[in-house]
């Protein structure tokens, strides 16, 4: 398993592991960042960079658990730097702790120093090329992946850690099984390399082990102090320490000597590899470490402690007299092989043409070099950098910070046209509009929305399509004591089931396929305010459910989310539809039924709103004309009595359309009878009252007809080139018919475009 471990959802792309890896091993995709094992030098840095704590180690707690119930003996052996983590507690009970925990013996990893100190002193003596130290396994990736014309320059001689294993298991046998305890994890990669391999069985982190003596309930503090086992270390316990190595190594270099080079951290190895690679410089030996202040810096240091004080620590630990049990088999000299090979693990990247850094830089609006800002943060240094990993699919588009902010400001632009768009159609629609009416039903419904719309009572709507709940719900809230709020209105309808239940109640990043950001629902966005739920006879039963959630404890639950959210809200909904038909049939929970049946108010339909027919009217006239911008004064008493004696169906859209409609049609400012539908008209007749004379009616239209289609046929004709059987064909007539008109109004074929102006 590789040792660091992405949580995809945790992630929330910040780009800081593409800023602290020194060797760009992190692939961004669309919702979170990867680290590419084939790049990743297990340096630790994006896990101790990560602020969402989405990088983690692999679990090895478990590993090792199944390791201490194998039945094997299993060997604990402990970092250079433990007595800086474990400094709650004596040597000693750490060791009576590991034991506690079934470790047949309990060593000192610093032993595994001096295992191999000697063979340092050889290679350094016997050396022909400068060397670089190969203790360290985050300097040995470094080197076989990314600068692998180095790999001659490497002492070869295994780690501690792995110097340890061997030891281990060529003193007691194969059987035996190694679990080395370290804050270092670049070491879990060492473990699992081709030329290491089976040496160590699990690098367990010294985090891991806290978690294991706490699973188990072991206070390490209360316990009696238990011996370790096989060689006790002297010097070797000094080499976690900056500068350490040497010590351990018996090699005591003159500072001022530029043959034996020494660099900790990050900037200063990366600095040393690249001269070296470059030939810039020579020295016998680099003695190298990545993490900074030594081995007690690494990545799962005690961060509670100061560099300092970690130091303190495992100097005392060295001056310490520490309980041994000197078995015989561990003081004999064994001649064992600490040697290693090395390889090469270079990954080659494409390598882009300048072409295609150029495309990449235009795409992020970088055209001249002024443009390119090199303001690092999307992790790379330079814009040229980014572009090329953007090119070798290691980065994306929307890594760049000062072409998103421009995006977004430009989409913000967008956007807020769309809205006063949006809202200046709702304004034409409702606008600041009140209900009209003065028959009993309406004056009623107004009365009970004055009434219950100052208090906080959810509120049912019932009426069909078209007969003012909307309109309704707007005047509750803006009687409400929450009219500054916003109120937001949902048609039930109009989104799909799973799509609603995420716009209603937000949804968590990753919670379906799509869902690349997390987002907020309109619960949340009416938070204060009032929320509109139209067609609510219209939701599924899981919806139901949440809904009745929502209206019980007053919080939201974002789909795929866990934790709930406090909201205030006022619940306004509306149906066309009998929910007590829904109860009896069961598509409608009878507890939500319950819960927003508190207030329900009736909107009539327009046919029993004869009585308010006239103001509806007038009404509808006025929005037209502003509508239209068109001066039109009033409309004929014929009309109006027309309109009241009409079959209404319930839909008072229906009335607006057709006001508006008549609006278009008038020549006057006057709106007429005849500028109604003919049926007005002819109920208007049936009704025998007020008989109109249909006759003089169509008489009076007939020029109007006439009039619009000889500008149809001359239209198709020019539309054809004048061309009769194309025209016919586009007006989709018989050509016979379209001839006929033609004579009918005196016009030509072919020659109808020179004789346009004429004809008009
Ligand atoms: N009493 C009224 N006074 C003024 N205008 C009204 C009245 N009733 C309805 N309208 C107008 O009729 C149109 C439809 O009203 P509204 O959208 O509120 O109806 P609805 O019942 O919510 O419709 P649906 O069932 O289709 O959602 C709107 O333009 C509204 O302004």
């Known amino acids: 398993m590789y040792p660091i471990v992405t949580i995809t959802d945790q992630c929330r792309k910040c780009y800081s592991c593409v800023r602290s890896c020194p060797v760009k091993a992190i692939k961004v995709e669309k919702s979170y960042t990867e680290i590419i094992p084939e790049r990743c030098i297990g340096c630790g840095n994006c896990l101790s960079n990560c602020p969402q704590h989405a990088k983690v180690i692999s679990d090895n707690v478990t590993v090792s658990e199944a390791l201490l119930t194998s039945g094997e003996p299993v060997i604990a052996v402990l970092g250079c730097s433990f007595p800086a983590f474990f400094h709650y507690c004596s040597p000693g ?90 804050s270092c994890i670049a070491g879990k990669f060492e473990v699992q390399a081709e030329q290491t391999k089976g040496a160590v069985d699990v690098l367990l982190t010294y985090r891991e082990l806290e978690s294991i003596f706490k699973e188990r309930g072991i206070d390490l503090t209360a316990l009696e102090e238990e011996p370790y086992d096989g060689r006790e270390p002297h010097m070797g316990r000094v080499f976690s320490l900056s500068q350490g190595s040497f010590q351990a190594f018996g090699i005591n270099p003159d500072p001022l000597d530029t043959d034996i080079v020494t660099a900790e951290g990050e900037v200063n190895v990366m600095g040393i590899i690249k001269d070296l690679a470059a030939g810039r410089i020579s020295p016998k030996l680099v003695d190298l470490r990545f993490c900074y202040d030594g081995c007690i810096g690494g990545p799962g240091r005690n961060r509670e402690l100061t560099e300092f004080s970690r130091r303190n620590m495992v100097i005392s630990h060295f001056r310490r007299e520490i309980p041994y049990r000197l078995a015989p088999h561990y003081q004999k000299d064994w001649q064992i092989d600490f040697s290693r090979t090395f390889s090469d693990k270079y990954a080659k990247l494409p390598t882009p043409k300048g072409g295609d850094v150029k495309k990449i830089l235009q795409a992020t609006n970088k055209f001249t070099q002024k443009d390119e800002l090199n303001c690092r943060t999307c992790g790379y240094r330079t814009c040229r950098e980014y572009a090329v990993a953007v090119f070798q699919g290691l980065a994306d588009l929307e890594m760049c910070l000062p072409h998103n902010l421009q995006q977004l400001e430009e989409e913000r632009g967008r956007l807020i046209q769309k809205y006063e768009l949006a809202k200046r159609e709702l304004d034409r629609e409702y606008g600041d509009e009140f209900i009209v009416g003065s028959d009993s039903q309406t004056l009623d419904a107004l009365d009970q929305i004055k009434q219950v719309g100052p208090t906080p009572t959810t509120v049912l709507i019932r009426g069909e399509s078209g007969t003012g709940k909307e309109l309704a719900a707007r005047a509750i809230h803006r009687y409400s004591k929450r009219n500054d709020k916003p109120l937001v209105t949902v048609n039930c309808t109009t989104i799909t089931d799973s799509l609603l239940e995420s716009e209603l109640f937000g949804h968590k990043k990753g919670s379906f396929t799509g869902a690349i950001t997390e987002k907020k629902g309109l619960f949340e966005a009416a938070d204060g305010g009032t929320i509109f739920l139209d067609e609510i006879g219209d939701i599924t039963p899981k919806l139901q459910a949440e809904l009745l959630r929502v209206l019980d404890l007053g919080e939201v639950r974002p789909v795929g989310g866990t934790v709930a959210r406090r909201v205030d809200v006022r619940l306004i909904a509306a149906t066309n539809k009998s929910l007590e038909d829904g109860v009896r049939d069961g598509w409608f929970r009878e507890d939500l039924y319950y819960r927003l049946n508190v207030f329900s108010i009736t909107m009539p339909p327009l046919r029993e709103r004869v009585e308010s027919i006239p103001q509806l009217a007038h009404h509808f006239l006025e929005k037209a004309r502003n509508k239209l911008n068109k001066h039109i004064i009033g409309i004929e008493e014929r009309a109006i009595n027309a309109m009241v004696k009409y079959p209404w169906p319930g839909n008072i859209r229906e009335m607006q359309n057709v006001i508006e409609r008549a609006a278009v049609l008038t020549h006057d400012d006057i709106v007429k009878l005849g500028n109604l539908p003919l049926a007005f008209a002819e109920s208007y007749a049936d009704e025998g009252e007020d008989v109109i004379d249909l006759r003089s009616f169509k008489k009076e239209r007939e020029p109007h007809v006439l009039r619009v289609e000889k500008k149809l046929i001359q239209r198709y004709l020019a539309d054809a080139g004048g061309n009769v059987s194309k025209a016919a064909q586009l007006a989709n007539i018989p050509r016979r018919t379209f001839y006929r008109l033609l004579a009918k109004h005196g016009l030509k074929g072919r020659t109808i475009r020179a004789r346009e102006g004429e004809e008009e």
């Open 93 to 182: 009970q750490l060791s009576a702790g590991l034991r506690q925990l079934g470790f047949a013996e309990v060593h000192e990893g610093a032993s595994g120093v001096e295992l191999i100190a000697d063979e340092y002193k050889n290679a350094i003596s016997n050396a022909n090329l400068p060397l670089i130290s190969s203790h360290c396994p985050a300097v040995v990736d470094l080197v076989e992946r990314h600068y692998p014309q180095l790999i001659e320059n490497m002492v070869g001689v295994v780690t501690h850690m792995v110097a340890m294993g061997r030891y281990l298991k060529h003193v007691l046998g194969d059987h035996v099984k190694v679990v080395y305890i370290s």
